[in-house]
């Protein structure tokens, strides 16, 4: 199990009621079902919306099961961003 940092940006993180908070978790996977835990409600229907971005790299469609986090890594939690 690895320790790090997960950073809610925009919609995500007014649905946390925080910035950041850290993580205890083998894989992305077990990182979100803690933050669900943690946060039911608005958070866990913003999750369904986001992108991630685990140590800098784009999960993009990988299963979150096969997604390793890292010792001291850190989890960018992205809701989509209206553009114009």
């Known amino acids: 199990m690895a320790a790090g940092i997960i950073r809610y ?3 995500a993180k007014s649905a946390a009621g925080t ?3 850290p993580y ?3 894989t992305l996977a077990e990182a979100l079902d803690a933050v ?3 946060h039911p409600g608005e958070l866990t229907r913003v999750l369904q919306r986001c992108s991630f ?3 800098s790299d784009p999960v993009g469609k990988r299963a979150h ?3 390793l986090l890292t ?3 850190t989890v960018e939690v992205l809701p989509p ?3 114009g």
């Open 9 to 11: 940006w925009a919609a």
């Open 19 to 21: 910035a950041e908070e």
């Open 24 to 26: 205890s978790a083998g």
């Open 36 to 38: 669900r835990d943690r």
């Open 53 to 55: 971005l685990v140590d």
């Open 65 to 67: 099961e096969t997604v």
């Open 71 to 73: 010792e001291g890594g």
């Open 81 to 83: 961003f209206a553009g």
